[in-house]
Every structure is written in structure tokens, then in C-alpha cells.
């Protein structure tokens, strides 16, 4: 059963165009897959190594969605996911979790720390576009009710 939000729209493949995603992972190969499959869809696609090269690039690109990965080093994906949803200007942005865990704890704490989904790799693009066509159109209407 879908956990979707009742009345919650999903953005054609057409839309996707309009979209810049951030995607967050100490992987090179994982950065790289998800940067053709969103490329692909006709994604943005902002790519950062961990998650202070993120904060660092979050405020000048304003990404619609952020993948991030939970095992990095330094800042890890729970900590960084936190400091996201603690800035007043990032708070709604979607924060989707990536993880080869699949765990009810690690689900829980990414919940905690105010992940929006959590994706466990190795993702298909199918599970990613999907997952930006759900929670871009949640940024985009939040975005509209700031304004």
C-alpha cells in the first residue's frame, strides 16, 4: 500500500524538466547513476560528496528535492538531513533518506530527523523518478503557499 498523502498531486515526466534535485552521496558510482537517471527524466541535477559540501552548496542552487545518503563521513545523512530541516528556508524542502540498510531503526531515526522517504539502494530509476515526481509537486505547492 502507497503511504502517499490523500490529494497528493504527481508531476508528469514533462515537468520533470522543471526540477533541480541535489543528490548527496560519498559514492562517486551512486552520485553518478542517480545524475543519468534524473538527467535522463530531464532533471537539474546538483551533485555534492558529503554533507558539508552540501550546506555549502544548498544555498546558492535552492534544489527542489535532496537525495542523501546515510553512511558519509564528517557529517553523515542523519545530521545533515537534520541541519536542512532546522533552516527556516529549507525546512519543506523533501529530504529522501538513501540507504543499503533496510532497517525499522534506521527508518525510524531518518523519520526522527525529518527525512520525507527513504529509498534503499541499489535504486532503479524507476524508484528515484517516482520518488521525485511525488516530492517535487509537494516543493513546488509548498514553495507556492510561501509565497
Known amino acids: ?5 490523500p490529494n497528493q498531486d504527481k508531476l508528469t515526466l514533462d515537468q520533470l524538466s522543471q ?4 543528490v548527496i552521496d560519498d559514492s562517486n558510482t551512486i552520485r553518478r547513476s542517480a545524475e543519468i ?8 541535477v546538483v551533485l555534492a560528496e558529503d554533507g558539508f559540501d552540501a ?3 544548498i544555498s546558492n542552487e535552492h534544489p ?3 537525495f542523501v545518503d546515510i553512511m558519509m563521513p564528517r557529517l553523515d545523512g542523519y545530521q545533515t538531513c537534520s541541519l536542512i ?3 527556516s528556508r529549507y525546512k519543506t524542502t523533501p529530504v529522501i533518506m538513501l540507504s543499503s540498510k533496510d532497517g525499522l531503526f534506521d527508518r525510524a531515526r531518518g523519520r526522527m530527523v525529518g527525512s520525507d522517504q527513504y529509498l534503499t539502494k541499489p535504486f532503479t530509476q524507476d524508484t528515484l523518478i517516482e520518488a521525485v515526481q511525488i516530492y517535487a509537486a509537494q516543493s513546488k505547492a509548498n514553495q507556492e503557499q510561501e509565497e
Do not use: P
Not at 1 to 5: I, L
Not at 19 to 22: F, Q
Open 1 to 5: 500500500m502507497s503511504q502517499k498523502k
Open 19 to 22: 526540477v533541480k534535485v541535489m
Open 37 to 44: 537517471f534524473l538527467k535522463a527524466s530531464g532533471c537539474e
Open 55 to 57: 550546506l555549502a552548496k
Open 64 to 66: 527542489d528535492l535532496i
Open 85 to 87: 530541516k532546522r533552516n
